[in-house]
């Protein structure tokens, strides 16, 4: 988990919470967050932003999506270790990185044999969430 300045901290839990609310199909799945220092759900030991899972009645969810939300100060080597992670738990692994970090993501991407299934930018401008790929 990054270590980031308190106002890059609340940036990036809005992020969380818009992304996790707009970007994904619910449809016989459910959502879960890790924002800030919270332990909401884990995958295997690690907290991922946001993950998102197939309920199945009978059987146990099914893990489909992990998501790492970054800020301008959170895409750096110590934090790609944590991507590589993320993109070996077998299921569908999505970057976001504002606009400006999507050379430094791809670049630490390519360093580390990183290939997330989508490298996104994200901005929030007065509440409202924008996302492009890469």
Known sequence: M??????????????????????FD????????????????????????IALVRSRPIFSDQLILVAEIETPDSVTNDEASQWKTYS?????????????QCEEARRLCNQHR?????LKWYSVVQGTLVTQCC
């Open 2 to 23: 990054a270590k980031r300045l308190d106002r890059l901290q609340s940036d990036h839990d809005i992020a969380v919470k818009l992304i996790a609310e707009i970007e």
């Open 114 to 118: 990183i290939m997330p299934s989508e």
């Open 26 to 49: 619910l449809t016989g799945r459910k959502i879960y967050t890790n924002p800030g220092q919270q332990h909401n759900f884990d995958v295997g030991g690690v907290w991922p932003d």
């Open 88 to 100: 070996e738990l077998g299921c569908n692994f999505v970057l976001y990185v504002p606009f400006a």
